[in-house]
Every structure is written in C-alpha cells, then in structure tokens.
C-alpha cells in the first residue's frame, strides 16, 4: 500500500496487522569502485625468449646470412670474413682504404652538374644526393701517393645517382687524366656506374669521347691506366674509360656489362649461361685481367705499379 505525504512518497508496510510507513529509497548517482578482474591463467602471451638486437650494431650478410658485428665488418674493409662477399662502400671509404695518411689532393671538388634540359624533378634529385653522400657529384678526383707511387686516382660514388656519368663526371675525369698525363703520372680509375646520365642526354654521352680522346694522349706518353670494377658498371662508362686501361682489374663478384641481363635476355630471346656478366665469367672470357679481393687492391696495385714503372723506366734508358 503507497500513500503520498507531502511531495514524498512513502510505502506501507504491513506486517502483523501493524502498518510501518517507509519513505521510498533514492538509487545512487556515482559509480561504485570496482576491482580490477583477475587475470585468468595461462590467458597472456608468453615473453619471447629471442632478444632484439639494437639496430646500427650488426649486418647480415646476403650471401651467407651469417651476422657481422659491424667494428669487425668495418676493420674488414665491408668485406664478410665468411664468404668474402664485397659490401658496398663510399668513394670516400675506398680512397681511405688505398692512399697514403695525407696524401690525397682533391681536384675540383666544387664542380656541380646544372639542369641544362630543365629536366623533370632533376634538381631535387641532385639536391637529395648531395645532402646523402656529402658530394656534389658522382666522382672524386685528385693526386695521391699509393706506396710510393705518385698517382692520379678517380673513385665513382655509386650512391650519387647511381653512380651515373654526367657532364660533371667526364669533366672532372678528363681534367685528372690530362693533368696526370703533364705531370707523367698514371692513371687509376675505379668505377661504380649504372652508365650514363639519362636527365642529361646527348650531354652525357658526350663524356664518353671526351674521356677516351684524353686516355689517348696519356697512352700516347707510354703511362699506365688502371681500371678498377666494383659493384655494378654498365652502360656508357663500361662502353668507355672503364674498359680503356691497360690493366682491368675487378672486385669479386662485381657485376659488369652494357645492357641489363633482363634486357640482354628479352631481346634475343635466348638463355643466358649461369654466372653471366659477373666477373668471375668475364675473366674467363678474357674481358678482365684479374680479380683481386678489396683487401689485398692496395698491395696488388703497387705490385703493378713497380712493374710497369720498372718497364718506362728501363724503356727510357
């Protein structure tokens, strides 16, 4: 039984012929606290037991898979102590790995390519790999000692564009061979190229007579040309001063030809042999005259060096 008091409602209760009134209960407004639910067991995954190895600290080698510690990769010249497999390094890295402490001139280290054909997002290329590889372009030329030979050296930066041969490129190599040939110098040129410069067309593929035109004067003055293949060199570099030298030398493993073998491959239509474009083929096919590990090219090439310059010598006596 309800009765209304007031504005309150109230209840009725009976209870032995008694009547009990009750003002009727309010249900809270806030929310009760509740305990946390109890974890069920075996419910979370279980820690893996494998550590994360911190980045910047090993490298897996992609030819045997084995983990380098990156010093040790390093003191090895980016060569795997496993497989011998060659790793990619920097123009800078390789002319530290065979000049003499402080003997290295750098030749025109300012000269920058210029978008003479306005070519399509070609300037925010050259602007991207000049911030990456701290060059202004894909080679570094100069006068060096390499024991105690006095040489004019050229390393191609694979990783400014490619490694591609613009008007930059032939430029400056021309300029590092005429000058060694003034000052009866030889020439080493090592070569990390995709080949010629496609933002810069006829430009660039104008490097390749003018490179030659002025290996022929150095051959001229009887001075050793040493080309030197790492990585990859296709194209117009390979189809030029990279197959010029009078020692032809190749990193194991490099990768070397004129056109890709997909490209080779689809137009005639025919299986390549295994190993094709490698250098281990081509030294067999006599392209090349050796293959020589990274760590030991600074002692092969003073090896060479003393004989041909034994040669000159006793040639001009």
């Avoid at 402490?101 to 000049?130: G, Q, W």
């Avoid at 105690?148 to 400056?172: D, Q, T, Y």
């Amino acid at each position: 039984m309800s009765m209304n008091i007031g504005t309150t409602t109230v209840f009725a209760k009976k209870s032995l012929g008694v009547e009990i009134i009750e003002p009727a209960l309010t249900p809270p407004t806030h929310k009760i606290p509740t305990l946390p639910a109890k974890p069920k067991l075996g419910s979370s995954k279980p820690k893996s037991k494998r550590r994360d190895i911190p980045e910047g600290l090993w490298t897996k080698c992609p030819k045997c898979n084995t983990m380098i510690f990156d010093k040790e990769l390093d003191e090895n010249l980016k060569v795997c102590p496993k497989c011998n497999h060659h790793f990619p390094i920097t123009a800078r890295e390789r002319i530290h790995s065979l000049v003499e402490t402080c003997t290295f001139e750098e030749m025109d280290a300012d000269m920058s390519s210029v978008d003479i054909l306005k070519f399509a997002s070609y300037e925010s290329k050259l602007e991207r790999d000049r911030k990456a590889t701290l060059l202004k372009d894909a080679v570094v030329t100069g006068l060096c000692k390499i024991g105690a030979h006095r040489v004019g050296l050229g390393v191609m930066e694979f990783g400014f564009m490619g490694g591609s041969m613009g008007s930059v490129v032939g430029e400056k190599l021309t300029r590092l061979i005429e000058r060694s040939t003034e000052k009866g110098l030889p020439v080493i040129i090592i070569s990390a190229s995709g080949g010629a410069r496609m933002q810069e067309g006829a430009f660039s593929l104008m490097q390749m007579a003018k490179t030659s035109g002025a290996l022929a004067y150095h051959a001229q003055r009887r001075l050793p040309y040493l080309s030197i293949l790492t990585q990859s060199d296709y194209g117009g570099v390979m189809a030029s001063y990279a197959s010029l030298g009078d020692l032809i030398l190749a990193e194991p493993g490099a990768l070397i030809g004129f056109a890709g073998p997909r490209v080779i491959k689809d137009t005639t239509q025919a299986e390549l042999p295994p190993g094709f474009q490698t250098a281990e083929f081509l030294l067999d096919h006599g392209l090349i005259d050796a293959i020589i590990s990274r760590r030991e090219m600074k002692e092969q090439l003073i090896t060479y060096l003393d004989f041909m310059g034994s040669g000159k010598k006793a040639a001009a006596s």
